[in-house]
Each structure stands twice: as structure tokens, then as C-alpha cells.
Nanobody
Framework: QVQLVESGGGLVQAGGSLRLSCAAS????????VGWFRQAPGKERAFVAA????????NYADYVKGRFNISRDNAEKTVYLQMNSLKPEDTAVYSC??????????????????WGQGTQVTVSS
């Protein structure tokens, strides 16, 4: 099991950038695939990006490709989501999730069994 805590959310104008952090606790973090999901009001939770254990493999939802970048620092037990060229439709609560030896191609929230509390991202037009 790992515990996850997100930070870095906030209010930004369209076209701006934010970097989210997902800090993990637990000695086996390096064996966990980590994903970012988002949930806008009235919508289902949606996959954003995922990164494999070593950080060498990543997967992105089509609507963030070229704008968002996921990375991880296993020494710091932290996963980052750099979000650039933000749009109002990116407004949502962003949550990180982890699964031991999971696949980055599993985009369903049910594929993950450890979740953070989420951080709000609001993009104004």
C-alpha cells in the first residue's frame, strides 16, 4: 500500500501552466504504476496520464497529448504532472492513483487501488 497526497492545484488563466505533484509514502513506491485522473462537475472521472515504474513508459489521453507531461522521481517518491496551454475545459479535480505493477494502458479508474484526495484545478477564460 502507498499513501498519496496531491498538491499544486489552483486558479490559472487559459494558456497558462501548472505543475501538480503526487507525493507518496511507502517503501515499495518504485513498483507502482501511477496515473492521473480528473473529474469535472457532473462528469465521470477520466483518465489523464500514466507512468510506469521506472518512468520510461508513459500514456496520455488524446485530449492532453502535447500539452501535459507526466514524470516521476523515485528517489523523492513523487510523480509530477506538468500542464501547459491550459484550457477552461481542463477545469476539474485532479487525483493521482497508484497500482502495484500495474499497466500504463489501463485507463479505467477501477484499475487503480490507491488514491489521493485530489487537488482542484480551475482554468479561467
Amino acid at each position: 500500500q502507498v499513501q498519496l497526497v496531491e498538491s499544486g492545484g489552483g486558479l490559472v488563466q487559459a494558456g497558462g501552466s501548472l505543475r501538480l505533484s503526487c507525493a507518496a509514502s511507502g517503501r515499495t513506491f518504485i513498483t507502482y504504476t501511477v496515473g492521473w485522473f480528473r473529474q469535472a462537475p457532473g462528469k465521470e472521472r477520466a483518465f489523464v496520464a500514466a507512468i510506469g515504474c521506472s518512468g520510461g513508459n508513459t500514456n496520455y489521453a488524446d485530449y492532453v497529448k502535447g500539452r501535459f507531461n507526466i514524470s516521476r522521481d523515485n528517489a523523492e517518491k513523487t510523480v509530477y504532472l506538468q500542464m501547459n496551454s491550459l484550457k477552461p475545459e481542463d477545469t476539474a479535480v485532479y487525483s493521482c492513483a497508484a497500482r502495484g505493477l500495474g499497466s500504463i494502458w489501463s485507463t479505467r479508474p477501477e484499475s487503480y487501488d490507491n488514491w489521493g484526495q485530489g487537488t482542484q484545478v480551475t482554468v479561467s477564460s
